[in-house]
Protein backbone atom coordinates (compact mmCIF):
# COMPACT_ATOMS: atom_id res chain seq x y z
CA UNK A 1 0.00 0.00 0.00
CA UNK A 2 2.74 2.45 0.76
CA UNK A 3 4.40 1.58 -2.39
CA UNK A 4 1.01 2.20 -4.58
CA UNK A 5 0.86 5.88 -2.35
CA UNK A 6 4.67 6.88 -3.17
CA UNK A 7 3.65 5.69 -7.16
CA UNK A 8 0.79 8.07 -6.83
CA UNK A 9 2.55 10.76 -5.25
CA UNK A 10 5.37 10.84 -7.27
CA UNK A 11 2.65 10.52 -10.65
CA UNK A 12 0.89 13.95 -9.63
CA UNK A 13 4.18 15.92 -8.86
CA UNK A 14 5.61 14.93 -12.46
CA UNK A 15 1.87 16.16 -13.76
CA UNK A 16 2.44 19.23 -11.68
CA UNK A 17 5.75 20.05 -13.16
CA UNK A 18 4.33 19.70 -16.76
CA UNK A 19 1.08 21.56 -16.29
CA UNK A 20 3.50 24.26 -14.80
CA UNK A 21 5.81 24.38 -18.21
CA UNK A 22 2.25 24.21 -20.33
CA UNK A 23 0.69 27.26 -18.44
CA UNK A 24 3.34 29.69 -19.85
CA UNK A 25 1.92 28.68 -23.81
CA UNK A 26 0.05 31.67 -25.12
CA UNK A 27 0.60 35.29 -25.35
CA UNK A 28 2.23 37.93 -22.96
CA UNK A 29 1.72 41.25 -22.19
CA UNK A 30 5.64 42.04 -20.84
CA UNK A 31 7.11 45.51 -19.92
CA UNK A 32 10.96 45.35 -18.95
CA UNK A 33 13.50 48.43 -17.49
CA UNK A 34 15.90 49.83 -20.08
CA UNK A 35 18.76 51.85 -20.23
CA UNK A 36 16.48 53.89 -22.83
CA UNK A 37 12.80 54.12 -20.90
CA UNK A 38 10.10 51.34 -19.86
CA UNK A 39 9.48 49.55 -22.79
CA UNK A 40 6.13 47.37 -23.51
CA UNK A 41 5.48 44.13 -25.50
CA UNK A 42 4.27 41.22 -26.36
CA UNK A 43 5.69 37.99 -26.17
CA UNK A 44 4.11 34.39 -27.49
CA UNK A 45 5.16 31.17 -25.74
CA UNK A 46 5.26 27.62 -26.49
CA UNK A 47 5.67 25.10 -23.85
CA UNK A 48 7.13 21.65 -24.75
CA UNK A 49 8.29 19.81 -21.17
CA UNK A 50 11.23 21.95 -20.32
CA UNK A 51 11.73 23.63 -23.47
CA UNK A 52 10.64 26.98 -24.55
CA UNK A 53 10.35 28.72 -27.72
CA UNK A 54 7.95 31.55 -29.21
CA UNK A 55 8.50 35.29 -30.35
CA UNK A 56 8.97 38.40 -28.73
CA UNK A 57 7.01 41.31 -30.90
CA UNK A 58 8.64 44.23 -30.92
CA UNK A 59 8.35 47.52 -32.29
CA UNK A 60 11.47 47.59 -34.06
CA UNK A 61 10.12 44.24 -35.18
CA UNK A 62 9.32 40.47 -34.37
CA UNK A 63 12.32 37.81 -33.18
CA UNK A 64 12.37 34.28 -31.88
CA UNK A 65 12.94 33.71 -28.26
CA UNK A 66 14.53 30.31 -27.21
CA UNK A 67 14.40 29.45 -23.07
CA UNK A 68 13.49 26.49 -20.69
CA UNK A 69 11.06 26.23 -17.64
CA UNK A 70 11.75 23.95 -14.44
CA UNK A 71 8.86 24.41 -12.35
CA UNK A 72 7.97 27.88 -11.66
CA UNK A 73 11.31 29.03 -13.18
CA UNK A 74 11.86 30.70 -16.53
CA UNK A 75 14.98 31.19 -17.99
CA UNK A 76 14.65 32.73 -21.80
CA UNK A 77 16.72 34.65 -24.10
CA UNK A 78 16.45 36.33 -27.57
CA UNK A 79 18.66 38.37 -29.79
CA UNK A 80 18.54 41.91 -31.10
CA UNK A 81 20.43 44.25 -33.27
CA UNK A 82 21.54 47.23 -31.12
CA UNK A 83 24.13 50.03 -32.29
CA UNK A 84 24.93 47.75 -35.45
CA UNK A 85 25.76 44.95 -33.03
CA UNK A 86 24.29 41.66 -31.69
CA UNK A 87 23.06 42.02 -28.00
CA UNK A 88 21.46 39.22 -26.25
CA UNK A 89 18.76 40.10 -24.01
CA UNK A 90 18.18 37.34 -21.40
CA UNK A 91 15.04 37.15 -18.99
CA UNK A 92 15.05 35.02 -15.12
CA UNK A 93 11.78 34.77 -13.85
CA UNK A 94 9.64 33.50 -11.42
CA UNK A 95 5.97 32.30 -13.32
CA UNK A 96 3.02 33.09 -10.31
CA UNK A 97 0.17 31.92 -12.09
CA UNK A 98 -1.11 34.33 -14.79
CA UNK A 99 1.84 36.42 -14.22
CA UNK A 100 5.89 36.48 -13.97
CA UNK A 101 8.34 39.08 -12.72
CA UNK A 102 12.36 39.25 -13.08
CA UNK A 103 15.13 40.47 -14.26
CA UNK A 104 16.54 41.48 -18.15
CA UNK A 105 20.24 41.33 -18.43
CA UNK A 106 21.33 43.06 -21.61
CA UNK A 107 24.44 41.18 -22.53
CA UNK A 108 26.01 41.05 -18.94
CA UNK A 109 26.64 44.80 -19.60
CA UNK A 110 23.14 45.87 -17.51
CA UNK A 111 20.25 44.21 -15.67
CA UNK A 112 16.79 45.93 -15.02
CA UNK A 113 13.26 44.55 -13.62
CA UNK A 114 11.17 42.46 -16.04
CA UNK A 115 7.52 41.49 -15.90
CA UNK A 116 4.76 40.12 -17.89
CA UNK A 117 1.18 39.29 -17.11
CA UNK A 118 -0.69 36.75 -19.50
CA UNK A 119 -2.74 38.42 -22.16
CA UNK A 120 -6.52 38.48 -22.14
CA UNK A 121 -8.04 36.85 -24.80
CA UNK A 122 -9.44 39.21 -27.48
CA UNK A 123 -8.21 42.19 -24.89
CA UNK A 124 -6.27 45.20 -25.44
CA UNK A 125 -2.57 44.70 -25.23
CA UNK A 126 -0.06 47.33 -25.09
CA UNK A 127 0.98 48.98 -27.80
CA UNK A 128 3.56 48.11 -30.01
Not at 54 to 74: C, F, H
Not at 80 to 91: G, R
Request: aromatic content about 8%; glycine content about 12%; charged content about 20%.
Amino acid sequence: MRSLFLSIATGLCALTTAARAQSISGEWDATMNTPGGVRNFKIAFKANGESVTGTVKRQAGDVPLTGTIKGDQLKFSYMITYNDSPLEVTMATTVTGDSMKGTVDFGGMAQDEFSAKRAAPGGTSPKR
